[in-house]
């Protein structure tokens, strides 16, 4: 059963949490473990990154610290995904604290299982979820300070998407899973814009502040749909490793 995607049901703890920040937390984290960071560590408050992050040699660590899009002064990154390179992040733990999707992570981290989802690792997280068939699933966007946000909505559709297709195949129906209306408005501001993503972006008000900040770029990559397959997977609490599947 889904729920999706804006508000964190109350009860009871699902079996598989899917935390979602296309702009650009979650698409930044997937980025980085496929360049070969070594895990992903997560804060809601900086001032608990810089402590945590202290007991790491500085070539083990990489501090990456958002506030309104911008890069926080005193962290070696701020939250593009184009930084994290090979060269950058290979080896190393990415410390970050974003806006809304670390603090979205640090909301769900009670979960049986987390995963965090974007537009560019939508197929790994659905590969995931038909392998393991779990029973309850939050899909969560982290919205921007806890109001909704069209592109975390619209990669839950994009999710929930592919899996009703691929569901179909088998003879399953999409309305045997849907926990809530909201799975039906997701697909269908999916559907609607499916081929247009960047545009989505553009309009999305997120996609606005970031423009204003020169995150064209930014937007052209989280964008793009299924170009790395790889699933972030929480270990312990605030801390992901890659799943490759
Ligand atoms: C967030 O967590 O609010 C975002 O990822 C903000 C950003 O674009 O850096």
Same mark, same amino acid.
């Given at each position: 059963?889904?729920?999706?995607?804006?508000?964190?049901?109350?009860?009871?703890?699902?079996?598989?949490?899917?935390?979602?920040?296309? %702009?650009?937390?979650?698409?930044? +984290? !997937?980025?980085?473990?496929?360049?070969?960071?070594?895990?992903?560590?997560?804060?809601?408050?900086?001032?608990?990154? +810089?402590?945590?992050?202290?007991?790491? #040699?500085?070539?083990?660590?990489?501090?990456?610290?958002?506030?309104?899009?911008?890069?926080?002064? $005193?962290?070696?990154?701020?939250?593009?995904?184009?930084?994290?390179?090979?060269?950058?992040?290979? $080896?190393?733990? #990415?410390?970050?604290?974003?806006?809304?999707?670390?603090?979205? %992570?640090?909301?769900?981290?009670?979960?049986?299982?987390?995963?965090?989802? /974007?537009?560019?690792?939508?197929?790994?997280?659905?590969?995931? #979820?038909?392998?393991?068939?779990?029973?309850?699933?939050? +899909?969560?966007?982290?919205?921007?300070? $806890?109001? @909704?946000?069209?592109?975390?909505?619209?990669?839950? $559709? !994009?999710?929930?998407?592919?899996?009703?297709?691929? %569901?179909?195949?088998?003879?399953?129906?999409?309305?045997?899973?849907?926990?809530? *209306?909201?799975? @039906?408005?997701?697909? /269908?501001?999916?559907?609607?814009?499916?081929?247009?993503?960047?545009?989505?972006?553009?309009?999305?008000?997120?996609?606005?502040? #970031?423009?204003?900040?020169?995150?064209?770029? *930014? %937007?052209?990559?989280?964008?793009?749909?299924?170009?790395?397959?790889?699933?972030?997977?929480?270990?312990?609490?605030?801390?992901?490793?890659?799943?490759?599947?």
């Amino acid at each position: 059963v889904f729920h999706t995607p804006e508000l964190t049901p109350a009860e009871p703890t699902p079996d598989c949490a899917i935390a979602i920040d296309v %702009l650009r937390a979650t698409t930044t +984290m !997937a980025t980085a473990l496929n360049a070969g960071a070594e895990a992903v560590q997560v804060f809601s408050s900086i001032d608990e990154l +810089m402590q945590v992050s202290e007991a790491w #040699l500085p070539e083990k660590r990489l501090r990456a610290g958002e506030r309104g899009g911008a890069k926080v002064p $005193g962290c070696d990154l701020g939250n593009s995904p184009l930084d994290c390179t090979p060269e950058v992040v290979g $080896g190393r733990r #990415l410390f970050i604290s974003t806006t809304n999707g670390t603090r979205c %992570l640090e909301r769900v981290q009670h979960a049986t299982t987390v995963l965090t989802g /974007a537009l560019i690792n939508r197929s790994a997280v659905v590969s995931y #979820l038909l392998q393991h068939q779990p029973e309850l699933v939050w +899909m969560v966007g982290s919205g921007w300070e $806890g109001s @909704f946000s069209l592109e975390d909505t619209v990669c839950a $559709g !994009a999710i929930l998407y592919s899996l009703s297709q691929q %569901l179909a195949a088998s003879g399953q129906s999409l309305e045997a899973i849907a926990g809530n *209306d909201e799975v @039906f408005g997701a697909i /269908a501001l999916y559907t609607q814009w499916q081929d247009q993503l960047l545009q989505l972006l553009h309009h999305a008000s997120h996609g606005q502040r #970031l423009l204003r900040l020169n995150g064209h770029a *930014d %937007l052209e990559y989280c964008a793009q749909t299924d170009i790395l397959n790889i699933l972030p997977i929480q270990k312990e609490p605030g801390v992901l490793i890659k799943q490759t599947l």
